[in-house]
């Protein structure tokens, strides 16, 4: 019987030892390895093809050398436009130095547009106003704080768009006071042309129609935000988002909301709450992710 007992103690030990090996493993494949998810969209109003590398949620975290790896991969897929989705930094970021560098390695492969996220948001709030927009801008970064840039690439015209903020009726206003909101002024103008058009747009819920929305003509929005999921569940994905509730569909992937192509990125870093300057940096089952998306005609 004490054998028995110690051999069962034994097989627990090595099973308990095997899991935490298992855990360990993909903890440290979730936050230090680097995935390439690649989509595809057809567009009439395209001849030749484009290739869009997304990046989001870098959260400050430096791929080896000061992000030297995550450059040498940019440059290995070979963009012809790279997009930046938000929450590069954290709202507590205290030097813009790391960001900066990696913004003037990016436009050495292809014009970037960055669209900010909360964080930067916040960032801005705490510092002055102006710096961040300037030191981007400066790097070579074009950025679309509720603004679009019309760019030809490969001959096509491509518009593109930032926005940060609900393009539907959230604020539960009626019609005629929606349509005097920035938003929708902005939205209204960034829709009316030919061009094909890319829509920046960092959380995926602000796609989400309320009463009364009014059928933006998109032809492709890039979100991120969620991490998709943070925590992801072998078969079922991500299991839980705070903004987006239990199971949500629209935490990564190719989506379509409410009839907008839409690319969600599991992004490229972590974030959670804790104390100021110290976030605990934890993704499980779930690999950091760049998008590529090849937009090509009919």
Same mark, same amino acid.
């Given at each position: 019987?004490?054998?028995?007992?110690?051999?069962?103690?034994a097989?627990?030990?090595?099973? +308990?030892?095997t899991?935490l090996?298992?855990v360990?493993?993909?903890?440290? $494949?979730?936050?230090?390895?680097?995935?390439?998810?690649?989509y595809?969209? %057809?567009s009439?109003? @395209?001849?030749?093809?484009?290739?869009v590398?997304?990046?989001?949620?870098?959260?400050?975290?430096?791929?080896?050398?000061?992000?030297?790896?995550?450059?040498?991969?940019?440059?290995?897929?070979?963009?012809?436009?790279?997009? +930046?989705?938000?929450?590069?930094? %954290?709202?507590?970021t205290?030097?813009?130095?790391?960001? @900066?560098?990696?913004?003037?390695?990016?436009?050495?492969?292809?014009?970037?547009?960055?669209?900010?996220?909360?964080h930067?948001?916040?960032?801005?709030?705490?510092?002055?106003?102006?710096?961040?927009?300037?030191?981007?801008?400066? /790097?070579?970064?074009?950025?679309?704080?509720?603004?679009?840039?019309?760019?030809?690439?490969?001959?096509q015209?491509?518009?593109?768009?930032?926005?940060?903020?609900?393009?539907?009726?959230?604020?539960? +206003?009626?019609d005629?006071d929606?349509?005097?909101?920035?938003t929708?002024?902005?939205? /209204?103008?960034?829709?009316?042309t030919?061009?094909?058009?890319l829509?920046?747009?960092?959380?995926?819920?602000?796609? +989400?129609?309320?009463e009364?929305?009014?059928?933006?003509?998109?032809?492709? /929005?890039?979100?991120?935000?969620?991490?998709?999921?943070?925590?992801?569940?072998?078969?079922?994905?991500g299991?839980?988002?705070?903004?987006?509730?239990w199971f949500?569909?629209? @935490?990564?992937?190719?989506?379509?909301?409410?009839?907008?192509? $839409?690319?969600i990125?599991?992004?490229?870093? $972590?974030?959670?709450?804790s104390?100021?300057?110290?976030?605990?940096?934890?993704?499980?089952?779930?690999?950091?992710?760049l998008s590529?998306i $090849?937009l090509q005609?009919?």
């Open positions: 019987m004490k054998r028995m007992s110690n051999r069962r103690a097989l627990l030990y090595s099973a +308990l030892a899991l090996l298992l360990g493993v993909t903890i440290w $494949t979730s936050m230090y390895c680097m995935s390439v998810t690649e595809e969209y %057809n009439p109003k @395209l001849m030749k093809e484009i290739r590398l997304q990046l989001s949620d870098l959260h400050d975290n430096a791929w080896l050398l000061e992000n030297d790896r995550l450059l040498q991969e940019a440059r290995r897929l070979q963009p012809d436009v790279i997009v +930046l989705t938000g929450d590069m930094l %954290n709202y507590y205290v030097s813009e130095e790391p960001l @900066l560098r990696l913004m003037r390695g990016l436009t050495d492969i292809a014009p970037t547009f960055y669209s900010f996220g909360n930067e948001i916040y960032y801005r709030r705490e510092h002055e106003a102006t710096s961040l927009f300037q030191k981007l801008t400066e /790097a070579g970064i074009t950025v679309l704080a509720d603004q679009y840039k019309d760019i030809q690439v490969n001959g015209a491509v518009r593109i768009g930032g926005l940060y903020d609900y393009t539907y009726n959230i604020r539960q +206003l009626n005629e929606y349509r005097n909101t920035d929708y002024i902005f939205l /209204a103008s960034y829709e009316d030919d061009a094909f058009k829509l920046l747009c960092h959380k995926p819920e602000f796609l +989400l129609a309320e009364h929305a009014p059928n933006w003509d998109i032809d492709l /929005a890039l979100c991120g935000h969620e991490h998709g999921g943070q925590v992801r569940l072998p078969l079922l994905g299991f839980y988002s705070t903004h987006l509730g949500s569909p629209y @935490l990564d992937g190719a989506q379509l909301i409410n009839g907008i192509p $839409t690319v990125s599991r992004g490229l870093g $972590t974030y959670l709450w104390s100021r300057g110290f976030p605990i940096p934890f993704r499980f089952c779930n690999t950091p992710e590529l $090849t005609g009919v």
